[in-house]
């Protein structure tokens, strides 16, 4: 009954930005922290002092991209990948701290092979974390479109 008019806007947000300033400089420092994995547990210092200066590094970086995100009272997708990002550099400080402390007991080979699963378990968890959260389409309902990832990453990378 009533007179109408509909509009549907289709809006694209140009992500170059995001991708250039934010997301790619994070990458960097968990990448960083990863590194503690490839050190020998004998050389706990090592590790202990990567895994301090990636945690450092990213609370100093969080800072100073505070001002480019913008406040929301949800999490946003980005929101999401700086968060599980977060957590990552802090298992791989976590990490460092217990097989250093396995190293001082003699429990050298339980060191190694914690050492061992993580070399992995974690770029694993970041792959995942940066095609699920970032790369992957989402539809109108905020869900994963699976069948839609190989488009996309083909997309990304012409």
């Known amino acids: 009954g009533y007179p109408a008019i509909n509009f549907t806007f289709t809006i694209k947000r140009k992500i170059g930005y995001y991708w250039l300033h934010i997301i790619m400089p994070l990458i960097f420092i968990v990448m960083m922290s990863m590194m503690i994995f490839w050190i020998p547990v004998q050389q706990s210092a090592v590790q202990i002092s990567i895994s301090t200066t990636s945690m450092l590094t990213l609370i100093a970086y969080r800072f100073a991209i505070s001002h480019a995100i913008p406040p929301l009272s949800y ?39 914690i050492d061992w699963i993580n070399r992995f378990l974690f770029p694993i968890i970041f792959a995942y ?30």
Do not use: G, M, Q
């Open 75 to 113: 999490l946003t997708r980005l929101d999401n990948f700086i968060l599980i990002s977060t957590l990552l550099v802090f298992f791989s400080l976590v990490h460092s701290l217990i097989t250093t402390k396995l190293a001082h007991i003699r429990k050298e080979k339980l060191a190694i092979k």
């Open 129 to 158: 974390t940066i095609i699920y959260v970032l790369v992957l389409p989402r539809n109108a309902e905020n869900e994963a479109e699976w069948s839609l990832l190989i488009p996309t990453l083909i997309k990304l990378f012409n």
